[in-house]
């Protein structure tokens, strides 16, 4: 029996260990990116890893793995942004730049752990491929929203998509390991 959530606190604690080093690196210099800056930076990634499973020549030397990490990254950092505003300077210190990550990450988990429960881990019968397709449409959506205001009529809010992008991309990861 596999142990999702401790999968899940393995990759998440690669993750953050390295939003902590660049944090230390660069401070927190995200803190002026704008939400539609966010969601391109992650855009990026996911259709970059989308060219790594369709192109067999790589120019590059990095895999999947490393632009997931940085999905997730920039998925939380769009979190902290929905819930602290968007500043015009790096205005976070490093302690509180890594206490709002961990906050969002403990709320994503939770959300993780309700929604595995319900649909009873079917992710791990999906393939890498599907999951960065998932990823792409909510990255469409989060476009759709963002150009139309948030105003929305039946739909979750950035939030939940930004949640869900982190949930799909720490399950590819999963699958990733599990598959070496």
Same mark, same amino acid.
């Given at each position: 029996?596999?142990?999702?959530?401790?999968?899940?606190?393995?990759?998440?604690?690669?993750?953050?260990?390295?939003?902590?080093?660049?944090?230390?690196?660069?401070?927190?210099?995200?803190?002026?990116?704008?939400?539609?800056?966010?969601?391109?930076?992650?855009?990026?990634?996911?259709? +970059? @890893?989308? /060219?790594?499973?369709?192109?067999?020549?790589? !120019? #590059?030397?990095?895999?999947?793995?490393? =632009?997931?990490?940085?999905?997730?990254?920039?998925?939380?950092?769009?979190?902290?942004?929905?819930?602290?505003?968007?500043?015009?300077?790096?205005?976070?210190?490093?302690?509180?730049?890594?206490?709002?990550?961990?906050?969002?990450?403990?709320?994503?988990?939770?959300?993780?752990?309700?929604?595995?429960?319900?649909?009873?881990?079917?992710?791990?019968?999906? +393939? @890498?491929? /599907?999951?960065?397709?998932?990823?792409?449409? !909510? #990255?469409?959506?989060?476009?759709?929203? =963002?150009?139309?205001?948030?105003?929305?009529?039946?739909?979750?809010?950035?939030?939940?998509?930004?949640?869900?992008?982190?949930?799909?991309?720490?399950?590819?990861?999963?699958?990733?390991?599990?598959?070496?």
């Amino acid at each position: 029996m596999k142990n999702t959530s401790q999968q899940y606190d393995t990759i998440i604690s690669i993750c953050s260990n390295l939003f902590a080093k660049k944090t230390k690196d660069y401070g927190t210099a995200w803190r002026i990116l704008r939400l539609p800056s966010l969601t391109d930076q992650i855009f990026i990634k996911a259709q +970059r @890893i989308r /060219s790594l499973q369709e192109n067999e020549t790589r !120019k #590059i030397d990095e895999d999947e793995t490393s =632009e997931f990490i940085g999905i997730i990254n920039y998925c939380i950092m769009a979190l902290i942004q929905l819930k602290k505003g968007v500043g015009k300077f790096p205005d976070f210190t490093y302690d509180e730049a890594i206490k709002y990550y961990d906050e969002e990450v403990a709320a994503v988990k939770t959300l993780m752990e309700n929604k595995n429960h319900d649909y009873g881990e079917v992710w791990r019968d999906m +393939r @890498i491929s /599907s999951i960065t397709d998932l990823i792409l449409m !909510k #990255i469409f959506r989060l476009k759709s929203m =963002e150009d139309n205001n948030d105003i929305l009529e039946v739909s979750e809010g950035r939030d939940a998509n930004y949640q869900d992008i982190i949930n799909y991309a720490v399950f590819a990861l999963i699958l990733l390991e599990e598959a070496n």
